[in-house]
C-alpha cells in the first residue's frame, strides 16, 4: 500500500502544551456555573450561590441550571410535577436492587443502578435533545429511590415508594427513614442539594461530557460521572472528613493530630481544591448552616470539633491557600441530619446529577470528540524477542 501525503490544505498542527492535572487548560464553555476562585464566588447562571442558598429550592435551582432563568410560578409547579411523575422506579429494578450484594457501599451500588436504569430505558441510545432532556429529568427523579432504596435492601428493609406529594429531598428522607422528615431537616438537605447541583468543570462533570462526546448516551455518561465522583480526592472526601472526625474524637487532640498529618505532608481532607485559592463560597454558607443544624439536633461538639480544625488549618496552611471546600462542613451537616456515613457521597450524586446532565446536554450542543494527547516517555526501536529467546 502507498503512503497518501496529507492534503496539502491541512492546518499545522498548532503545538501542544504539557498540563498536568489539566488545571491550565478550558475544555468547555457552559452557561450554568461560574466560579473566581480568587475570589471566592460561585453563581449559577449569574446568581450568587449564597442568594440561591437562602431563597431557592432544589427544584427551582435545577430548572434554572437547565433553562438559565428563573422559573415562574406556574412553570416551577409544572417543573415540579414532571419531576414528580419520575420518581417511582421500573419494577425490574426491584430484583436488580436486591442482587447488589448488601456489602457493597452505596457508592459502588449507585454506579451500577444508575446503569441498569440504560437497560430499562427505551430511549437510553436516542440523542435527540428532547430525549436527552427526558432522561435528564428521569435521572434527577429517580436517583433518590435508587440510594434510598439500596440502603434499605441492606439494612434488611422492604423497598419503599417515593412519595409524589414531596419535594426531592422530603421524598428521599422518609423512603429512607420511613418517617416525614420535619420541614427544618427537609430545608437542611434541599439547601445541601442546592450548593452541590453544579460546578463548572470538576473531575466528574468532566468525565461525564468525556464520555457524552463520543456520543455515548446519557446513562453511560451519568456511570462515568458517579464512578468519578467516588474518590476521595473529589466527591468521596466529604466521608473521609467524617472519618477523620470521629478518629479525632475531642477537640484536645486536634492540635496534635492535624500538626501530626501536616508534618507528614498528609491531606486533611475537606480542605484545598484546584480552582479556590481561598475559602468555598459553599463552605462559608455550610459552615453557618451546620451550626444551626448541629445546635437543632445536640450535634454542637461535632460542629467545635470541626471549627477548631479549620482554625488550625487557617493559621498553618491558609497562606498556601489551602482552605476548607464544600465537603468539610457537608460532613458535620449530614451527619447532623442522622445520615450513614457512607450516604453522603451518594447525596452529593443525588444533586450533581441536574449538573453533569446539563453539562452533557450543553456538549452535544456543539460537539467536539475530547481527546488531549499523552507524552509518550518510554523507549523507541525495542526490538520483538521471540518468546523462546526470552
Ligand atoms: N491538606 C494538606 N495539604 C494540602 C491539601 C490538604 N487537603 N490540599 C493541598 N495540599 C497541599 C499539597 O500537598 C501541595 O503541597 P506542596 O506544594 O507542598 O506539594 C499543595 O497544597 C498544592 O496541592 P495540589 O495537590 O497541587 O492541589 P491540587 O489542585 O492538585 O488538588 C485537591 C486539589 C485534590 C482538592 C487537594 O487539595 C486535596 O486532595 N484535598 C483533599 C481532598 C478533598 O477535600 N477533596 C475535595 C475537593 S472539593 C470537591 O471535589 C467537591
Known amino acids: 500500500m502507498t503512503a497518501t501525503a496529507a492534503p496539502s490544505t491541512s492546518p499545522a498542527p498548532s503545538k501542544p502544551s504539557w498540563d498536568k492535572g489539566l488545571a491550565n487548560t478550558i475544555a468547555a464553555e457552559t452557561e450554568m456555573s461560574f466560579i473566581d476562585g480568587a475570589k471566592g464566588i460561585l453563581e449559577y447562571v449569574g446568581i450568587e450561590i449564597d442568594s440561591l442558598a437562602r431563597n ?184 473521609e472528613v467524617m472519618v477523620m472526625l470521629n478518629e479525632i474524637g475531642s477537640i484536645d487532640r486536634v492540635d496534635a493530630y492535624i500538626r501530626a498529618k501536616l508534618a507528614k505532608k498528609d491531606l486533611v481532607m475537606g480542605f484545598g481544591h484546584r480552582v479556590y485559592k481561598t475559602v468555598d463560597p459553599r463552605a462559608t454558607y455550610l459552615k453557618t448552616f451546620s451550626k444551626q443544624v448541629a445546635s437543632d439536633t445536640g450535634n454542637m461538639k461535632l460542629y467545635e470539633l470541626s471549627h477548631a480544625i479549620e482554625q488550625l488549618m487557617a493559621a498553618e496552611v491558609g497562606p498556601k491557600g489551602i482552605w476548607p471546600n464544600v465537603d468539610f462542613y457537608s460532613a458535620t451537616t449530614y451527619h447532623s441530619l442522622g445520615l450513614k456515613l457512607d450516604l453522603f457521597t451518594p447525596m452529593f450524586a443525588m444533586s450533581r446529577m441536574s449538573g453533569w446532565s446539563g453539562h452533557c446536554i450543553e456538549q452535544l450542543r456543539d460537539n467536539r470528540l475530547i481527546r488531549p494527547m499523552a507524552s509518550y516517555v518510554g523507549p523507541h526501536g525495542v526490538a520483538y524477542v521471540l518468546m523462546a529467546s526470552r
Not at 427551582?60 to 412553570?75: A, I
Not at 437497560?119 to 440510594?147: F, G, H
Open 56 to 239: 431557592s429550592t432544589f427544584e427551582e435551582t435545577v430548572f434554572l441550571l437547565w433553562n438559565r432563568r428563573l422559573p415562574k410560578r406556574d412553570e416551577l409547579a409544572a417543573f415540579e410535577a414532571s419531576l414528580r411523575a419520575e420518581y417511582g422506579l421500573p419494577s425490574e429494578m426491584d430484583d436488580f436492587i436486591r442482587a447488589i450484594p448488601k456489602t457493597a457501599t452505596p457508592m459502588h451500588a449507585l454506579r451500577t443502578m444508575i446503569s441498569a436504569l440504560g437497560t430499562l430505558d427505551p430511549e437510553a441510545d436516542d440523542d435527540s435533545l428532547e430525549a436527552n432532556q427526558r432522561k435528564a429529568l428521569k435521572l434527577v427523579a429517580k436517583t433518590p429511590a435508587l440510594i434510598a432504596n439500596f440502603d434499605r435492601h441492606r439494612s434488611g428493609k422492604p423497598l419503599a415508594k417515593p412519595d409524589a406529594s414531596q419535594n426531592i429531598a422530603g421524598s428521599f428522607l422518609t423512603m429512607l427513614t420511613g418517617q416525614k422528615p420535619t420541614d427544618a431537616m427537609n430545608r437542611a438537605l434541599d439547601v445541601c442539594l442546592i450548593l452541590h447541583a453544579d460546578h463548572g468543570l470538576n473531575a466528574s462533570t468532566f468525565a461525564a461530557r468525556v464520555t457524552i462526546a463520543t456520543l455515548s448516551d446519557m446513562y453511560s455518561a451519568m456511570t462515568t460521572a458517579v464512578g468519578t465522583l467516588k474518590g476521595p480526592l473529589h466527591g468521596g472526601a466529604n466521608e
